[in-house]
């Protein structure tokens, strides 16, 4: 039963980084359109968010990384990336 949810876990975060890298080149391609800096922002730090959050899976899971210092790894790059987009979009 473990091994199905380590299995679906890996197709879901593949999933999320696929998406987050779609969205992320969505909004690079917006900036270069556009050109609004803000955009340019907004796109780093969602993929930020999106590569950081596979890369923890990844530490836990193919390096051991205890589960309590991957979600604190997690959380200090939710907010590196939240702090990228904000200071895209309010600090220009």
Same mark, same amino acid.
């Given at each position: 039963?473990?091994?199905? *949810?380590? *299995?679906? #876990?890996? !197709?879901?975060k593949?999933?999320? +980084? /696929?998406?987050?890298?779609? /969205?992320? +080149?969505?909004?690079?391609?917006?900036? =270069?359109?556009? =050109?609004i800096?803000? #955009? @340019?922002?907004?796109?780093?730090?969602?993929? /930020?968010?999106?590569?950081?959050?596979?890369?923890?899976?990844? #530490?836990?899971?193919?390096?051991?990384?205890?589960s /309590? @210092?991957?979600?604190?790894?997690?959380?200090i !790059?939710?907010c590196?990336?939240?702090?990228?987009?904000?200071?895209?979009?309010?600090? =220009?």
């Amino acid at each position: 039963m473990t091994d199905g *949810i380590i *299995i679906l #876990l890996g !197709i879901v975060k593949i999933g999320a +980084l /696929v998406l987050g890298g779609v /969205v992320s +080149l969505l909004a690079y391609r917006a900036y =270069q359109r556009t =050109q609004i800096d803000g #955009l @340019q922002y907004f796109a780093v730090g969602l993929l /930020v968010i999106t590569i950081g959050t596979f890369l923890v899976g990844i #530490l836990h899971h193919i390096f051991g990384i205890p589960s /309590v @210092q991957g979600m604190l790894f997690e959380s200090i !790059i939710y907010c590196a990336g939240f702090l990228i987009m904000i200071y895209g979009l309010y600090g =220009q």
